[in-house]
């Protein structure tokens, strides 16, 4: 995979709201990147001693930690999500508190009411009878107070247990906040120790580049001395083969039978 096709799978991985699907894609892009390594290293022995092989991990440790800076970002992102919702639960539970209170106030005003007008009521048809206008007007008066009172009632239920599931979010929120922190420092953590990995594959990098570099250095230092000391052979068999020339013999006068005397 090149890394152009590379960054735009991270690129679009991370283009989500989604915290929990950006960081399975990360961990997904680091297994990859150390999938590439294993395959680079597969039947090679001592690899990742060697020159090559130091220069591959070299370069996945570096895709690793950009990768793992991504999930730093994303972990960033819930632990700030995870502090505004706590905030959040926090003043949503202090104002339910209040108006809460305030239901149960009118609640009881209310309550008082229906009593007072249920009082009036019995008077005017105990005095009046039931036909009587003002019978009536009080049994109307009457009937008004209870229905404000039954919406009353339902709305100090209705607040009640929406201030109870209020404080069981701010109790899950202010969970998520440690829980957040915790994964971001674990992120963090994992950039730090693959920088120190970086630092010490990089060093170990130079090293063996260093060793190739002398080794190769020493090669041709021997080629050469070889081909000096080759040199200096031939030129002493030279002088050897000319010094030595004068000393041969010198060839026998021909035979007196060769000359035709016979002696």
């Known amino acids: 995979m090149s890394e152009t096709l590379r960054d735009l799978v991270v690129s679009l991985s991370l283009n989500s709201d989604n915290f929990a699907r950006n960081i399975r894609s990360v961990q997904k892009q680091i297994q990859e990147a150390q999938s590439a390594f294993k395959l680079a290293s597969a039947?090679?022995?001592?690899?990742?001693?060697?020159?090559?092989?130091?220069?591959?991990?070299?370069?996945?440790?570096?895709?690793?930690?950009?990768?793992?800076?991504?999930?730093?970002?994303?972990y960033e992102r819930a632990l700030q999500q995870a502090s505004d919702k706590l905030q959040e639960c926090y003043a949503r539970q202090g104002e339910y508190a209040r108006r809460l209170e305030e239901a149960?106030?009118?609640?009881?005003?209310?309550?008082?009411?229906?009593?007072?007008?249920?009082?009036?009521?019995?008077?005017?048809?105990?005095?009046?009878?039931?036909?009587d206008s003002a019978t009536i007007a009080a049994k109307s008066n009457l009937d008004l107070v209870k229905e404000e009172y039954r919406q009353q009632t339902a709305e100090v239920k209705k607040l009640t247990g929406q201030q109870v599931s209020l404080q069981k979010s701010t109790q899950n929120a202010a969970d998520a906040f440690p829980s957040a922190q915790t994964k971001l420092n674990?992120?963090?953590?994992?950039?730090?120790?693959?920088?120190?990995?970086?630092?010490?594959?990089?060093?170990?990098?130079?090293?063996?580049?260093?060793?190739?570099?002398?080794?190769?250095?020493?090669?041709?230092?021997?080629?050469?001395?070889?081909?000096s000391?080759?040199?200096?052979?031939?030129?002493?068999?030279?002088?050897f083969k000319l010094a030595t020339a004068p000393l041969k013999p010198s060839p026998l006068p021909n035979h007196p039978k060769n000359n035709g005397f016979d002696r």
């Open 104 to 131: 149960k106030n009118r609640q009881a005003q209310l309550k008082q009411e229906v009593t007072g007008a249920a009082r009036t009521y019995r008077q005017y048809s105990d005095a009046l009878g039931e036909t």
């Open 186 to 227: 674990g992120a963090r953590a994992a950039v730090k120790q693959t920088a120190s990995e970086i630092t010490a594959c990089d060093k170990a990098l130079r090293l063996a580049q260093t060793s190739w570099d002398a080794a190769g250095r020493t090669i041709e230092s021997s080629n050469a001395a070889i081909t």
């Open 229 to 239: 000391f080759g040199k200096q052979i031939s030129v002493a068999e030279s002088r």
């Open 43 to 74: 039947g090679v022995q001592d690899f990742e001693k060697t020159a090559a092989g130091l220069s591959t991990k070299l370069d996945t440790l570096k895709r690793t930690m950009s990768l793992q800076k991504d999930a730093v970002g994303q």
